[in-house]
């Protein structure tokens, strides 16, 4: 059973920044990609990042520019470095990871962001 863990929410004024990480309980290179995901109040989990094993990453475009998908093999670590963070950006954040089977999740960490 893989098991992901997050870290790092918070709470932030608009414009400022946050680190998230999500640590793996193995190789990330056993898995196929991860992700991050996040679910605001009243709508659908929505992909935000992800990060293949080859490393190719990916954004929404709600994103892109301000936020960036990056790992640490050696931690088995996956980072979300969010800047110049929006009200809209408020949510759980999930980090989430797949393998030619099953996809897993992590508990979520909680990122508010105040105008």
């Known amino acids: 059973q893989v098991q992901l863990v997050e870290s790092g929410g918070g709470s932030v004024q608009a414009g400022g920044s946050l680190r998230l990480s999500c640590a793996a309980s193995?190789?990330?290179?056993?898995?196929?990609?991860m992700d991050w995901y996040r679910q605001a109040p009243g709508k659908q989990r929505e992909l935000v990042a992800a990060?293949?094993?080859?490393?190719?990453?990916n954004y929404a475009d709600s994103v892109k520019g301000r936020f960036t998908i990056s790992r640490d093999a050696a931690k088995n670590t996956v980072y979300l470095q969010m800047n110049s963070l929006k009200p809209e950006d408020t949510g759980v954040y999930y980090c989430h990871g797949r393998d030619r089977l099953l996809g897993y999740w992590g508990q979520g960490t909680q990122v508010t962001v105040s105008s």
């Open positions: 193995i190789s990330i290179f056993n898995l196929n990609a």
């Open positions: 990060i293949s094993r080859g490393g190719s990453t």
